[in-house]
T-cell receptor, first 115, second 113 residues
Framework: EAGVTQSPTHLIKTRGQQATLRCSPI?????VYWYQQALGLGLQFLLW???????NRGNFPPRFSGRQFPNYSSELNVNALELEDSALYLC??????????????FGQGTRLTVV | KQEVTQIPAALSVPEGENLVLNCSFT??????LQWFRQDPGKGLTSLLL?????REQTSGRLNASLDKSSGRSTLYIAASQPGDSATYLC????????????FGSGTQLTVLP
């Protein structure tokens, strides 16, 4: 069974440009989460989508946005790129969480470099 | 606000040694706790998930325990191998209706041959 897949693996953009990152969840998973891991900082939660809707958002500016498609894949868009947006962006998927929570599975990440 | 702390930040041990990694969290109202492994520049690999009703979970040479009342979890690695070298992260769901994970800063483990 395929795991969580992310594309592209690496992305180099110029400051001010837009970046689009993509994520395909494990088959049957309806929840997709995006996290940012910047150098020297821990994993920071960005966005959570479930059943096509945004369920929660981390403490990031509005230029970080995304969506979830009917097939549950997801896109993360970062507008007006800044140098500090350079980071590893990780996508995770899970079944829709119930009272007991659910196990999250991560992709290999997209390394975004802003120059 | 949930806060997760991991100590030590780094650990270096000789091959074959048994070791314990520690994780503490401030809000005991958690649904579960998950341990991950991250190799440099790579994504996270799920190692163990402990539900809030469980006290222990085992997978091969790994054993994780959970004490909700004290806000602590430990990851025990038996007979460590150089291939175990990685950063180990623990994570808990944030709070309330939110389901995203709050991560500790990780323990960087080096197992020397």
């Amino acid at each position: 069974e395929a795991g969580v897949t992310q594309s592209p693996t690496h992305l180099i953009k110029t400051r001010g440009q837009q970046a689009t990152l993509r994520c395909s969840p494990i088959s049957g998973h309806t929840s997709v989460y995006w996290y940012q891991q910047a150098l020297g900082l821990g994993l920071q939660f960005l966005l959570w989508y479930d059943e096509g809707e945004e369920r929660n958002r981390g403490n990031f500016p509005p230029r970080f946005s995304g969506r979830q498609f009917p097939n549950y894949s997801s896109e993360l868009n970062v507008n007006a790129l800044e140098l500090e947006d350079s980071a590893l962006y990780l996508c995770a998927s899970s079944l829709t969480p119930d009272y007991f929570g659910t196990e999250a599975f991560f992709g290999q990440g997209t390394r975004l470099t802003v120059v | 606000k949930q806060e997760v702390t991991q100590i030590p930040a780094a650990l270096s041990v000789p091959e074959g040694e048994n070791l314990v990694l520690n994780c503490s969290f401030t809000d005991s109202a958690i649904y579960n706790l998950q341990w991950f492994r991250q190799d440099p520049g790579k994504g996270l690999t799920s190692l163990l998930l402990i539900q809030s009703s469980q006290r222990e979970q085992t997978s091969g040479r790994l054993n994780a325990s959970l004490d909700k009342s004290s806000g602590r979890s430990t990851l025990y690695i038996a007979a460590s191998q150089p291939g175990d070298s990685a950063t180990y992260l623990c994570a808990v769901p944030y709070s309330g209706s939110a389901r995203q994970l709050t991560f500790g800063s990780g323990t960087q483990l080096t197992v020397l041959p």
